[in-house]
């Protein structure tokens, strides 16, 4: 391995992004759970999510991802010398569902693992890639994210179960020689961090090694929200100003897609405009690690994000974990 390289950048060369067929409205939701669409529109802006299928599997939606990110890169699956899925609804408790998203789109030259940092696994994923790529040892990286939260809730739970949407989306970052300017494409920083302190704030009941099941989601609403907002906005302010930037240099601000007050509360804190957000929490709600590349995905096919816009990206996520990403596309 070389030393960590001055000269290379992980440049996003494709995305993509898949959401499962069945759209299950608030309207639906209020025949299993007592809730409102109104309720769930005023506290989190959300409309609707996608499930999905009895028959798919957290892989497969990575797959569907994958697939199209290969395709706009215009490179083969046996190009990618790493893949990175971040999830908390894995396959299966081992194998790690990037070995099994391997095996499906045919790669056997690179290497594959999952990342555990719930809605902040995209991120720590191209965190991880990037590092790989800037030190040498990996030329193409598939990034996921991809979840399954429906697997997970309680649907008897109505605080937790009007939230959550499945989903995956995808990047392939490609090393790049560059004199690492901010004007030049690619990842110019990432900056992770976490605090175990708030494990229990957010977090399945169960497990492989506690119940011998899988669980499902407990949360205390409340103070997810107060540090949400708290530690993102922080961990935005600190990545701007670490690499001499305001928010008025970005052109684009596409955070994790948990709760539309989150991400005005953090917007507004940053001083965004509106127009430069992208929001589809109120389409998918929160798909987790997949909200990221997902809304990515749609804002580059719908035209509005296009290549050399400066992106900052924020999550947060159980753990907690969380942190920022400063792009150019
Ligand atoms: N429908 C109707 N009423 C509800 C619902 C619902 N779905 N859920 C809760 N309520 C009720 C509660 O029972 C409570 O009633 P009570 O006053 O009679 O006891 C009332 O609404 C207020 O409940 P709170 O939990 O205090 O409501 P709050 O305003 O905090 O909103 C929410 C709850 C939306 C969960 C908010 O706390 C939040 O967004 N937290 C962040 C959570 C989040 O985004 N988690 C995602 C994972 S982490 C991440 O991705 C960042």
New binding site residues.
């Given amino acids: 391995m070389t030393n960590k390289s001055q000269n290379i950048r992980s440049v996003i060369i494709g995305y993509g992004g898949y959401l499962p067929e069945r759209i299950v409205t608030n309207e639906e ?1 209020t025949t299993m ?4 669409h109104d ?2 529109v005023e ?2 802006g959300i409309h609707q999510r996608h499930f999905a299928a009895d028959d798919q599997v957290t892989s497969d939606l990575a797959v569907n991802a994958a697939k199209i990110a290969l395709e706009n890169a215009g490179i083969k699956a046996e190009d990618l010398d790493l893949i990175i899925v971040g999830t908390a609804t894995p396959d299966k408790t081992f194998p790690s569902t990037a070995t099994r998203v391997q095996e499906k789109i045919g790669n056997t030259t690179g290497f594959a693992f999952d990342v555990a940092a ?2 902040a696994g995209f991120l720590v994923a191209v965190s991880v890639a990037d590092q790989f790529i800037q030190s040498g040892q990996v030329k193409n990286a598939l990034v996921i994210g991809a979840e399954m939260p429906s697997r997970i809730i309680d649907m008897n739970d ?7 949407g499945d989903g995956a989306g995808a990047w392939i970052l490609q090393g790049q020689k560059s004199e690492r300017t901010p004007e030049e494409r690619g990842v110019i920083d990432t900056k992770i961090y976490s605090d175990g302190r708030f494990c229990d704030i ?1 977090h399945t009941d169960g497990g492989p090694s506690s119940t011998g099941k899988v669980g499902q ?1 407990q ?1 205390e ?2 103070e ?2 107060r540090h ?1 907002v708290e530690k993102l906005a922080d961990a935005a302010e600190n990545i701007l100003k670490k690499n001499g930037l305001t928010s008025a240099d970005i052109d684009w601000f596409i955070p ?1 897609q ?2 539309s ?2 991400i005005e509360a953090v917007a507004k804190r940053l001083a965004f405009p509106q127009e430069k957000i992208i929001q589809t929490v109120y389409k998918h709600a ?1 798909t ?1 690690a997949a ?1 990221i590349p997902l809304a990515f995905y749609e804002a580059v096919t719908e035209g509005r994000v296009k290549k050399g816009d400066l992106i900052l990206h924020e ?4 753990g907690l974990v969380w942190g920022s990403a400063l792009v150019r596309f």
Wanted: with cysteine; proline share 0%.
């Fill in positions: 939701l759970v007592d809730t409102s309720w769930i506290r989190t719930v809605c109505r605080r937790t179960c009007v939230l959550f957010l989601i949360m609403g409340r997810v929200f949400a994790h948990a709760n007050r989150i929160n987790s909200s999550a947060i996520g159980g």
